[in-house]
């Protein structure tokens, strides 16, 4: 059934196509709402599965993002139906404390991340901006507590500093019958953003460690790649020889990132010891189950909880490398381990771990909040 009322989502940081914002939650939101998108895109505005979706400017630097905060503040206050605000940024914060002090407009904050463990591993910050910026954005979440309606958190673990008026909507997989593919193109598949910490360098290297036993093995990197961090990986690329073993897809939208995965053997998830890591959970994982990809990831406890209930991938210490490819070599040399894992993550989440269980949860909290 339907509901009249209006919901104006916006993000600054992430394209219009962001799995989470625009293929689970609005989409979902869609349903049952009116619900309008405003984010990055390279077209002014068109409607999808029931959105409509309005373009801000894409960005290259952080800085080009101040105007689309503004473009962002103006457009929420010619939009004078807005019932319910959600915004997905840490910089939008004061945005909507404008709104929900200035306005009669409901206020929902979707938190990805730690914010604060966030800056203090942007490299590119000095220490004192860090603690600047740490300070001012601590000031402002807790200014938002009390006058925000609610927020969606993406980890139970976020709840260690939001711990009121919240619901953890996780970010499982919506669940979809891909195709399996009898041809797989690449023996190694990561997804998502490469960072050094999430494991660029080292997949490289692992790379180059597999080749020596298994000369043929590929590797494909999908997902947003920095400036920086893409010259890192070239360069590693070209000393190590590995140009004819690896394809650097960059960022795609998910459906045809997911055709990848699909053409993959093995997902990795190599990440670093880092906070904000150790405590979340990669979406990739729950991706590589979906499509009947076993796994290769960090051995995090919170990431062994899961490993032991799906028994769909391997645990291994990520900076190990000659380690990690003996177990990488073992399963693409194991049939029966490897269908068992691949059977494993395919059931684990058509029952438990898909997007149904979540739209719920958010139509959920919409409906919970009263608007005028």
Sequence with gaps: MSDKRNIF???SVHRWNDNRIFYKEAISLAKRFNVQLHAPADFDQKSLNGVKIFGLPIWKKESDRKKIRKELWVRLKKNTNTDIFIFHDPELIWIGIKVAVFSD????????????????????????????????????QGL????????????????????????????????????KEKEKIFDLVYLGDVTEDRGGLLMIDLLSTLTHIYPEVKLALVGKIEANVNLLINKRVNELKLENHVRIFGYMNYPDAMEIVCKSKIGLCLLK???????????????????????VCSNFPLYEELLNECQAGILVEPLNVKGTANEILDLLNNTEKYDRMSQNGINILKNNYNWASQEKKLITVINSIKCS
């Design 273 to 295: 010891q880092v906070k904000n890591y150790i405590h979340s959970y990669p979406t990739k994982l729950f991706d590589y189950m979906q499509v009947g990809v076993p796994y």
């Design 144 to 179: 938002s507590k009390p006058i925000f309606n609610h927020y969606l958190l993406a980890e139970d673990s976020y709840k260690n500093f939001i711990k009121s008026k919240t619901t953890v909507i996780h970010n499982y997989p919506i669940k979809k019958e891909w195709p």
């Design 105 to 140: 407009i409901k206020v929902i904050y979707d938190i990805h991340e730690d914010t604060i463990q966030s800056i203090r591993r942007k490299k590119w910050l000095t220490p004192l901006n860090k603690l600047i910026a740490i300070i001012g954005y601590s000031l402002l």
């Design 9 to 11: 989502i916006g993000t």
